[in-house]
């Protein structure tokens, strides 16, 4: 079986995570997994403060929430209710990080809801026109920064969703796997690409908002990079076909980061920055 995302408290203390085929959403707490949204499972989250606050998915964005650690559960939905044309099968689902009870949907449209997905306060925050969304990503230290792609685009918004711009050129004409913001620096947006191609174009930096690119896939070849993420201390670490992989922002090199690690594709990364945690 696959897992497709992972969740995490940033108390630390649960692990959220949206499984394959018929595998649902399971947490661990302190004791055992526990599985609590059934479906195909899918993007994930746990509240930043309130750590039984807890949001799932299955197919093509339907989502679910629980406020007491999986006991019980109730049904968020889907606010473009879709299928494959107007929602991807994990549709992102990104937690606000100035409010942390708003949370945002991305299908073909933009919606937020401001009670942590209580069903019917789901409201429509903008349009990218770029059909289905497959990645979103918001900054941790500009809260009106947004990204998101789709397929081979990437556009931005500097007002939280309601408007965007495209930022695509200078990537390859390939489908984006994922995005991923600086945490320590608003300006830096990084993406990668998953595809199996012999090109030596798997991971791109911008340290302008997308005004300009460069390709630092560097030592990676041809590898498949399935997603980027970046520490406070502007390290970078990648989920890759083979592992996962690291380095610091300004280094040439990559560098394996295996330890006790299984040698086998790491879909998805999350980082507890304050307790420099990293999950894969």
């Known amino acids: ?33 526990n599985e609590w949204n059934g479906g195909d499972g899918g993007e994930c989250v746990v509240h930043p403060l309130q750590q039984k606050y807890m949001m799932g998915s299955f197919q093509y964005g339907t989502r679910k929430i629980t406020l007491d650690g999986g006991l019980s559960s109730d049904f968020s939905l889907n606010p473009e209710e879709g299928d494959y044309n107007t929602v991807d099968w994990t549709a992102p689902l990104v937690v606000d990080h100035e409010d942390q009870m708003n949370v945002f949907h991305y299908g073909t449209k933009v919606h937020s809801n401001s ?31 947004m990204a998101i792609s789709s397929r081979e685009k990437i556009m931005l918004s500097g007002d939280k969703g309601k408007t965007w711009k495209s930022i695509t050129q200078g990537l390859p004409n390939l489908t984006i796997s994922a995005i991923t913001f600086d945490p320590s620096n608003d300006s830096t947006l990084l993406v990668c690409y998953d595809n199996y191609l012999s090109d030596n174009q798997k991971i791109f930096i911008s340290k302008n908002l997308g005004t300009t690119w460069q390709n630092i896939t560097y030592n990676l070849s041809n590898m498949p990079i399935h997603d980027v993420i970046m520490d406070r201390d502007r390290n970078i670490y990648l989920g890759c076909e083979i592992g996962v992989f690291s380095k610091s922002i300004d280094e040439p090199t990559w560098k394996i980061h295996n330890v006790l690690l299984p040698n086998v594709a790491a879909k998805d990364l999350e980082i507890h920055q304050g307790s420099k945690t990293l999950k894969a």
């Open 1 to 33: 079986r696959e897992f497709y995302r992972i969740g995490i408290s940033q108390s630390n203390k649960f692990v959220h995570i949206g499984g394959s085929q018929d595998m649902g959403t399971s947490i661990l707490d302190e004791k055992s997994w």
């Open 115 to 145: 009670k942590f997905g209580e069903m019917g306060a789901w409201k429509e925050i903008g349009n990218p026109n770029v059909g289905v969304i497959n990645n979103a990503a918001m900054s941790s230290s500009n809260f009106s920064l």
